[in-house]
């Protein structure tokens, strides 16, 4: 049995709190979540780099995934991001499947290859993501996408999501890290 409370469990599942989206958002702010792109696989690599493959293969929470889960996750969805922007940029209204990301974190790619070859892919796709998003004009923000799982939403706030989701597994790694005294 678990000594953790509800409220504890969220915070360990939202250490930053849950996806909010901005609403009316400038060119300035879109351009500085741009710019935190480029800066995500340092801060990564910075957080998980220092650890021992025993605590990488560490649940960041009890039922969780493990901190090399979390690497390969943010590598896959960063995968999905970056199409998920090309299909809203070149398609009307196009509609983005979903994927059983709890079955894919069991797979041996996620299990059994080391987190560098992620860092590493996430070290070359966030900038040529930056390259496509500094060349958009504040109309291609407003084109959508329609996600299974998410409904419709426009590239903005998927762009605000795409910062919200690398910087919430980044947080569950850092927090780990940090209640653990590592």
């Known amino acids: 049995m678990s000594s953790y409370t509800e409220d504890d469990m969220e915070h360990l599942c939202y250490p930053i709190g849950r996806f909010a989206a901005k609403e009316n958002r400038t060119a300035d702010e879109r351009n500085q979540d741009?710019?935190?792109?480029?800066?995500?696989?340092?801060?990564?690599?910075?957080?998980?780099?220092?650890?021992?493959l025993e605590q990488l293969n560490t649940p960041y929470r009890p039922g969780g995934w493990s901190v090399a889960q979390v690497v390969h996750h943010l590598a896959d969805t960063n995968m999905f991001a970056y199409l998920r922007f090309k299909r809203g940029l070149t398609e009307d209204a196009p509609?983005?499947?979903?994927?059983r990301q709890d079955l894919w974190a069991e797979?041996?790619?996620?299990?059994?290859?080391?987190?560098?070859?992620?860092?590493?892919?996430?070290?070359?796709?966030?900038?040529?993501?930056?390259?496509?998003?500094?060349s958009l004009s504040d109309a291609d923000f407003d084109r959508?996408?329609?996600?299974?799982?998410l409904g419709t939403m426009s590239l903005d706030t998927a762009l605000q999501r795409y910062i919200w989701h690398?910087?919430?597994?980044i947080a569950q790694i850092t927090s780990l890290i940090k209640r653990s005294g590592w």
């Not at 741009?34 to 021992?52: C, D, H, N, Q």
């Not at 959508?144 to 799982?149: K, M, T």
């Open 95 to 99: 509609q983005i499947p979903t994927y």
């Open 34 to 52: 741009i710019l935190k792109i480029g800066r995500l696989p340092a801060g990564l690599s910075e957080a998980v780099g220092p650890l021992t």
């Open 166 to 169: 690398n910087s919430h597994h």
């Open 107 to 134: 797979q041996s790619d996620y299990l059994e290859e080391p987190v560098e070859s992620s860092l590493r892919l996430l070290e070359y796709l966030n900038p040529r993501f930056m390259n496509l998003l500094s």
């Open 144 to 149: 959508i996408f329609v996600s299974a799982g």
